[in-house]
């Protein structure tokens, strides 16, 4: 048997194998605890983007524990943040179940499909990412079915960045930004905008989800929406899916073509309450932005924010 050896230097793990050293960057995954005033920092990179995340607690929770959670796994660029649903039996189980089961998932599907990530087509890739999520859906059921005393819900993004692209799925309300030179964009489009959108067109459709690969037909007016879009403080995503709950769950897709310099911000809703004018465009840091958003923080939720560059 081979004698494998593992040492982690300045974020990188390092592998020590019969065929020479394997750099793997280190995952991170978010603890269900966290002290309150506490902010969580995280700063890191893969071989294409740059990452700041921050996560800080309600300061009114009295039990040590945090509803929001992320993973970060830059070997394979996919970043996803979740936000345990309050009503649940326990919005930081809830939440904790992403980084708990997420990468196993993603590394579960690519030994299926038999090909590294950078050798998968965008079909495949977007077949992939729905099928995690439908996975981590069904592990969520599973759960609630035999455990119905301790019911888990979670909303939940995740953006994979493919060759020039960002790929995101999204189910609920932890929303997406991206930030070009033209402005910012929210790229999650809330369910409920959905609905009202085909009532204001007399639309007799209602789309359950949304999937910008297959079909980016919507049945009423997209310059609308899109001119609402690139107002962050207009469009929120309310909770009409939920990872966990059976009833109304949907899988929402978009893709964003990226140039250098774009920022992408995933966030939970209360990172975001307080934060209607959002700037990620300037001349600081990735740090000192993140370090800005967390200022603004609302004070009354979990709140989570991770920036990509």
């Not at 493919?162 to 402005?183: A, M, R, T």
């Not at 037909?217 to 962050?232: G, Y």
């Not at 709950?245 to 975001?272: C, P, Q, W």
Request: proline share 2%; with cysteine.
């Amino acid at each position: 048997m081979d004698m494998v050896l593992q040492r982690i230097y300045n974020g990188e793990q390092f592998v020590f194998g019969r065929e020479g050293v394997e750099i793997r960057r280190m995952s991170y995954f978010g603890g269900e605890e966290l002290e309150v005033g506490k902010t969580e920092r995280i700063t890191g990179s893969s071989d294409i983007v740059s990452f700041e995340l921050r996560r800080k607690s309600n300061p009114e929770r009295k039990d040590g524990r945090v509803g929001d959670n992320y993973c970060i796994l830059p070997d394979l660029d996919v970043y996803a943040v979740a936000d345990g649903v309050s009503n649940s039996f326990s919005d930081s189980r809830s939440a904790v179940g992403i980084s708990k089961y997420l990468e196993k998932l993603w590394q579960k599907n690519l030994d299926k499909s038999g090909k590294e990530i950078s050798d998968l087509s965008l079909q495949k890739m977007h077949n992939l990412m729905l099928k995690v999520v439908s996975d981590l859906q069904e592990i969520f059921l599973r759960h609630n079915k035999k455990n119905p005393e301790m019911f888990l819900a979670t909303t939940f993004s995740m953006v994979k960045i493919y060759e020039k692209y960002c790929l995101v799925v999204s189910v609920g309300d932890s929303p997406v930004f991206l930030q070009k030179k033209e402005g910012i964009e929210q790229i999650t489009i809330a369910q409920d905008t959905i609905r009202q959108g085909t009532k204001d067109n007399d639309g007799n459709y209602l789309p359950t989800s949304i999937d910008e690969l297959d079909s980016a037909e919507l049945n009423f007016d997209k310059r609308n929406l899109q001119t609402r879009q690139k107002n962050p403080g207009i469009i929120r995503n309310n909770p009409t899916s939920l990872l966990g709950r059976e009833e109304g769950f949907s899988i929402d897709f978009y893709m964003r073509k990226l140039k250098d310099g774009n920022k992408i911000l995933l966030a939970t809703d209360g990172a975001v309450k307080a934060n209607d004018i959002l700037s990620l465009d300037s001349g600081n840091t990735l740090s000192q932005v993140a370090d800005t958003l967390t200022d603004n923080f609302d004070g009354s939720d979990d709140a989570t924010i991770l920036i990509l560059e």
